[in-house]
């Protein structure tokens, strides 16, 4: 079978493919019903895993999201507004985290590329802690949760990470499964990827030797190849399909007795590259690589978060490309839905005070359980017109700029405080107020409060 012929004619109908993707080409209603059983498992087992502050262990939050969201594009929206916001929140604030010490602000760049998206000085992210994989696992988890990558709090993490390429290899960042996440973070939200960077991929460790990485690397040279292969045609990369045809050829030559590619994390990976790459599925045994693979879970679980994280977006039919083509069920998270009947709702009581005098305003808030209450403020702002507010976005959430026409004084140190008022008592919230999820009866005071010392 020639191989290039199918893996030149896969770009057109990748659409098409991933539409439908029965496991294997489809006719194996057995098998099918098989990878469907277990997808659910393992959905269900990996998110069992969240964590109570919202995260997943060993620092695999970001992996955690996005393979749920390949394994089933709809798994984040189908939840109740306050997990969704809740799982967000964390993905951010762990990014936040990691990001905001890497960030300088004084444009320097010693970049001389005379590509055409250089200028990009003002996010001039230098380097990032654990690296530009990591970061590429991130921005491909935001964009699983139609999170922007162009204005993340401020910083364009598009820009950011072609800085990063720039610069491989480097210490935090030397190897090309990790360049293979950065392209595909890239790829995936049809950024521009420099011309260099392209030929970086094609290169790989050594271009005179197409099998010298392994087949993890491998499977995601051939999935960042696939889903960058437009731009390299518009770049005129010299031999790109002849290189992911060789790369093919190397996954395909390491497929064991077995059918497998070695563990369950590298046969995943071989899997979804070679369904990327459009290879025949009979070419390479693809139902009895599945069936393999499938026996390596138990109960949902492949091995732990991490293992299962990489693992179940082919369960999807889906790969770490797969961003850039399949539709993903976009959470809500800015808008209040209307209130229908049959709804569970909440009231709850909102007062508003002007430094230290007793509330000057006072209001019935009805949202639906579960909402949070800044749409809460939505909904009343809709709905009373003698409410008004407006917030301001920051890296810790929604910032309360001014609420009835009373603006917050940094010069005066005089900020709006938001308070729980409960058996007649009086303390601080402990969140803001994305983060606060009122229950019936409850009241919520925002006061004009100085904050100085």
């Not at 204005?151 to 990470?161: A, E, I, P």
């Not at 959470?331 to 230290?356: A, E, H, Y």
């Not at 005098?357 to 909904?379: C, H, K, W």
């Amino acid at each position: 079978m020639d191989i290039k012929i199918v893996l030149a004619s896969v770009f057109l109908t990748a659409s098409l493919v991933e539409a439908s993707c029965p496991i294997c080409g489809g006719g194996n209603a057995t098998l099918e019903q098989e990878v469907s059983d277990v997808r659910d498992l393992a959905i269900q087992w990996l998110a069992d895993q969240q964590e109570l502050g919202g995260s997943w262990p060993s620092l695999n939050t970001q992996n955690a999201i996005l393979g749920l969201q390949l394994a089933d594009p709809g798994w984040l929206a189908g939840h109740g507004l306050k997990e969704r916001l809740f799982t967000k929140e964390r993905l951010e604030y762990e990014l936040l985290r990691e990001l905001l010490p890497a960030l300088c602000n004084d444009g320097d760049d010693d970049s001389s590329s005379s590509d055409s998206d250089e200028d990009c000085d003002e996010c001039c992210t230098r380097s990032f802690g654990r690296g530009a994989g990591v970061l590429g696992q991130y921005m491909l988890a935001l964009q699983s949760v139609c999170c922007p990558t162009d204005d993340f709090y401020g910083v364009d993490l598009k820009c950011s990470m072609t800085k990063l390429l720039r610069d491989f290899p480097e210490p935090n960042f030397n190897n090309f499964f990790q360049f293979s996440l950065a392209i595909l973070s890239l790829c995936s939200c049809n950024a521009t990827i420099f011309e260099k960077g392209l030929v970086k991929l094609a290169d790989g460790s050594d271009k005179n030797d197409p099998c010298s990485d392994g087949i993890d690397t491998l499977s995601l040279e051939v999935m960042a190849m696939v889903c960058a292969t437009d731009q390299a045609i518009y770049y005129d990369v010299d031999n790109w399909y002849d290189i992911l045809d060789d790369r093919v050829q190397c996954i395909l030559s390491a497929q064991n007795a077995d059918k497998s590619f070695g563990n369950a994390i590298t046969t995943a990976l071989a899997i979804q590259a070679l369904t990327a790459a459009g290879v025949d599925p009979t070419y390479w045994c693809c139902e009895t690589a599945v069936t393999w693979l499938l026996a390596q879970q138990t109960d949902g679980d492949f091995g732990g978060v991490g293992a299962t994280a990489q693992i179940i977006p082919f369960l999807g039919c889906n790969n770490f490309g797969s961003l850039k083509t399949i539709q993903i069920d976009c959470p809500n998270f800015g808008t209040p839905p209307r209130i229908m009947p049959g709804d569970t709702t909440v009231t709850f009581t909102l007062k508003v005070s002007f430094g230290g005098s007793p509330a000057n305003q006072t209001y019935p808030v009805t949202i639906i359980d579960g909402e949070s209450l800044f749409f809460g403020m939505i909904r009343l702002q809709d709905s009373d017109s003698s409410f008004t507010f407006q917030t301001q976005g920051s890296a810790f959430g929604e910032f309360l700029v001014s609420i009835n026409g009373v603006t917050s004084n940094f010069a005066a140190s005089l900020f709006w405080g938001i308070f729980v008022i409960e058996n007649g008592m009086t303390s601080s919230a402990n969140a803001g107020v994305e983060g606060l999820f009122p229950q019936d009866g409850d009241c919520f005071l925002f006061e004009l409060t100085f904050f100085g010392k």
